[in-house]
């Protein structure tokens, strides 16, 4: 697991996916996160805007990321 450190309260999904270098693009963000493909906290996340906090933990192609 991969501890991914925010300076803010929260960050949103996909910012997240493009600010811990899993995906380089947003759009490419977008496409996984509608398409079922990402995890938040050990369930499927089908919003992009979900908002992330401290001690989520995300799931995306065999990887998991902590934020603190």
Do not use: H, P
Request: net charge positive; aromatic share 8%; hydrophobic share 40%.
């Amino acid at each position: 697991m991969k501890d991914i450190k925010i300076e803010t309260e929260f960050i949103k999904l996909d910012s997240f996916l493009k600010w811990s270098g899993a995906v380089s693009l947003g759009s490419e963000a977008k496409m996984f996160i509608q398409d079922g493909q990402v995890k938040v906290n050990g369930q499927v996340e089908l919003q992009r805007g979900k908002k992330l906090r401290k001690g989520d933990i995300i799931e995306f192609e065999e990887s998991a990321y902590r934020i603190c």
